[in-house]
Antibody, heavy 121, light 107 residues
Framework: QVRLVHSGAEVKKPGASVKVSCKASGYTFSSYGIHWVRQAPGQRLEWIGWINTRNGDTKFSQKFQGRITISRDASASTAYMELRSLRSEDTAVYYC??????????????WGQGTLVTVSS | DIQMTQSPSTLSASVGDRVTITCRASQSIGILLAWYQQRPGIAPKLLIYKASTLENGVPSRFSGSGSGTKFTLTISSLQPDDFATYYCQQFNSYPLTFGGGTNVEIK
């Protein structure tokens, strides 16, 4: 079955960067694109961006343009999300989630367990 | 950006109740809407996509309807496992956006 396993929790200082990984198993990695979604404490879910795992094309929310990188290592079946210039408002659980393989279906079928990123001085 | 508004934000109900949650989009999104269930401390789970298509393995007591700007999620007979927060999400256009959530709590 599809499984997405995140890297562990992170504590960062304001201005630092964080890189979260999402290792996929149970399917062919290039079959599904991977989205990143975050959830700040008590807040709604927020879409960050998406990567086409076949060719590496990406799409981002304009809110994160300039400080986000989403990448993948197909040989390791792993996707990465790097967020730079962290501020306290970036404190959240960061999730990876697959699409359905049909890239026009931009909803989230399988989810990882999430990585808590805490930004604090 | 398309704004998604859910109502109510909190709903108190009992086991066996029929429950309806509404989601409105700030512009027409056709049927490009999904619903998720989230329990505390756990990742969301896909329930319904394209407004009314049930995801594999989701109990048939869940149903979705609507198109354009107004959508509903109905739970026909609330079960103990269903006490959770529910989110709608539009996938008509980027950026993908979610509703604010509806917390279904025990009455």
């Amino acid at each position: 079955q599809v499984r997405l396993v995140h890297s562990g929790a992170e504590v960062k200082k304001p201005g630092a960067s964080v890189k979260v990984s999402c290792k996929a198993s149970g399917y062919t990695f290039s079959s599904y694109g991977i989205h990143w979604v975050r959830q700040a404490p008590g807040q709604r879910l927020e879409w960050i961006g998406w990567i086409n795992t076949r060719n590496g094309d990406t799409k981002f929310s304009q809110k994160f343009q300039g400080r986000i990188t989403i990448s993948r290592d197909a040989s390791a079946s792993t996707a990465y999300m790097e967020l730079r210039s962290l501020r306290s408002e970036d404190t959240a659980v960061y999730y990876c989630a697959t699409d359905t393989g049909n890239y026009s279906d931009k909803f989230f079928q399988h989810w990882g367990q999430g990585t808590l990123v805490t930004v604090s001085s | 950006d398309i704004q998604m508004t859910q109502s109510p934000s909190t709903l108190s109900a009992s086991v066996g109740d029929r429950v309806t949650i509404t989601c409105r989009a700030s512009q027409s999104i056709g049927i490009l809407l999904a619903w998720y269930q989230q329990r505390p401390g756990i990742a969301p789970k896909l329930l319904i996509y394209k407004a009314s298509t049930l995801e594999n393995g989701v109990p048939s007591r869940f149903s979705g309807s609507g198109s354009g700007t107004k959508f509903t999620l109905t739970i026909s007979s609330l079960q103990p496992d269903d006490f959770a927060t529910y989110y709608c999400q539009q996938f008509n256009s980027y950026p993908l956006t979610f509703g604010g959530g509806t917390n279904v709590e025990i009455k």
